[in-house]
């Protein structure tokens, strides 16, 4: 690791402030993602303001139909918590199957999506639910939010605060697990809202989360494992690596989608 | 550098870091708990694996100056007076071992899952070491040992 200062912030106006005059300073959260850059000379802040014990960044909260959760909540807080399995269980589901526990005990939510990793997962869930990034400047839209690889919306300095997930029908998320990291191969979220049907895919694009159009077309109809196994992804936009190649990843988030799918079509 | 004060094995403890210290390396170097051993670069392995605040975590993956006023404990503090911890004796009852490098990990992960877990099944052993990574034993004796551990653990 190159050399930086730690700092710990003392509230998030504090946060915002000094990352806002030191444009080589970053936010730290769990540091699950930050660290091993970090130590892999990857990166070379001037600075690390931790965010992690901030109140402002804390807190579970389910009312008027909207699940919201603070940045600084970690994995292991969202899989656990009793509101979060009651609103939204397939979102508890995702965070319990994150990495290895150990990983759940530091990494965050805010830390997760702002780093937007193609093989991440929470990213499908914020995608599929249509949720809300609610950020020091303003609230940006799912849809608006991911812009490709490790891209987002949020501009130098601008931190998230917590999200809020507009309640759905129902959810599911199915995911084929890396054997090592535990990151996603292909994992599929499917969303049943009052307003509509939306899939997001994760592990698999090559510019990272995306909405798979025709598989909401075909489930909107009716949701069934058969309407899935029709379809055919094409390969064109897939990831290729070590791990797979595109043609078997595109066929991945297939099989991933059909489970989810069936999942839903159970829960009915 | 900044002066770093928490409690490890109920022990406060101060010393002087870089921030850029990873609390692995201030349990080993300054406070000279080289139970606490360190397998990979890349955050996989859990050989590393303390308890902070109660949690287990990689301690090569955490800034020490993140663990600030923090409850650490480490493999030295498992034992209480002179007795072993369950997961400590079950490991040994068990040969869940063959060099021993992922041992001190193992145990601090088992520890914290048979809490979670009093009596786990197959399935929660597995998923719970997912985080921490053999390269001798083939895994079979060890979640025979974290199955031991939750026995040992009620019996107390
Ligand atoms: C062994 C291992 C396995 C893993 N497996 C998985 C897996 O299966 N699935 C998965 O999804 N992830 C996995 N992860 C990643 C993990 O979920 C991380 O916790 C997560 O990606 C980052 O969250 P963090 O809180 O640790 O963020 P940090 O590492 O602290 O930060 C990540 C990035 O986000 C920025 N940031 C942090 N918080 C904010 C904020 N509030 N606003 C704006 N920017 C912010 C930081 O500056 C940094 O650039 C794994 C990690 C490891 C080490
Ligand atoms: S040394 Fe910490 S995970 Fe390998
Ligand atoms: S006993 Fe050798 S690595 Fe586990």
Redesign the pocket.
């Known amino acids: 690791m190159y050399a930086f200062q730690y700092r710990r912030a003392k509230s998030l106006s504090e946060a915002a402030e000094v990352l806002a005059k030191d444009e080589d300073a970053?936010?730290?959260?769990?540091?699950?993602?930050?660290?091993?850059t970090l130590k892999q000379r990857l990166a070379q802040p001037t600075q690390l303001v931790d965010?992690a014990g901030l109140p402002e960044?804390g807190g579970i909260d389910c009312r008027n139909g909207v699940l919201t959760i603070g940045?600084?909540t970690r994995?292991a807080d969202v899989a656990a918590s009793k509101v979060v399995q009651d609103a939204i269980p397939a979102l508890a589901c995702l965070a319990a199957?994150?990495?290895?526990p150990q990983?759940r005990n530091?990494?965050?939510l805010?830390?997760?999506v702002?780093?937007n990793?193609p093989?991440?997962?929470?990213p499908a869930a914020v995608l599929a639910l249509n949720a809300k990034v609610v950020t020091t400047k303003r609230e940006i839209a799912a849809d608006d939010f991911f812009q490709g690889m490790f891209t987002t919306a949020?501009e130098p300095g601008?931190?998230?605060v917590k999200i809020a997930f507009p309640l759905p029908k129902a959810a599911a998320y199915c995911k084929f697990?890396h054997p090592a990291?535990?990151?996603?191969m292909a994992g599929v979220f499917i969303a049943q809202a009052g307003d509509g049907l939306r899939v997001a895919v994760t592990g698999a694009g090559a510019s990272g989360v995306f909405r798979w159009a025709e598989a909401e077309q075909a489930l909107a109809k009716g949701i069934s494992a058969a309407a899935i196994e029709k379809l055919t992804l094409a390969a064109d936009d897939i990831n290729e690596d070590i791990h797979g190649t595109r043609e078997y990843r595109a066929q991945l988030v297939k099989v991933m989608a059909t489970r989810a799918a069936a999942a839903l079509s159970g829960k009915k | 550098m900044a002066k770093i004060t928490l409690k490890v094995n109920g022990e406060q403890h101060s010393a002087e870091a870089e921030d850029r210290t990873l609390l692995a390396n201030f349990l080993r170097d300054e406070l000279k708990l080289t139970g606490t051993h360190i397998g990979c670069d890349t955050?996989?392995c859990g050989a590393c694996t303390v308890h902070v605040d109660g949690r287990a975590v990689k301690s090569c993956?955490m800034l020490a100056a993140q663990a600030e006023g923090c409850e650490v404990v480490t493999i030295e503090g498992l034992a209480k007076n002179g007795k072993l911890h369950p997961a400590q004796a079950a490991f040994t009852e068990c040969h869940a071992l063959q060099c021993g490098f992922c041992t001190p990990g193992m145990i601090m992960t088992t520890a914290a899952l048979i809490k979670e877990h009093p009596a786990p099944t197959d399935e929660q052993i597995v998923h719970g070491l997912e985080?921490n990574l053999c390269r001798c034993t083939g895994y079979l004796n060890i979640v025979k040992a974290v199955k031991r551990a939750a026995e040992l653990q009620k019996a107390k």
């Not at chain 1, 970053?26 to 091993?36: A, E, F, N, Y």
């Open positions: 970053r936010p730290l959260s769990g540091g699950m993602t930050l660290i091993p965010i960044l940045a600084a994995h199957g994150i990495g290895d990983v530091r990494g965050t805010g830390g997760s702002a780093n990793d093989a991440a997962d929470y949020l601008e931190l998230i697990p990291s535990g990151y996603a | 955050s996989q993956t985080g």
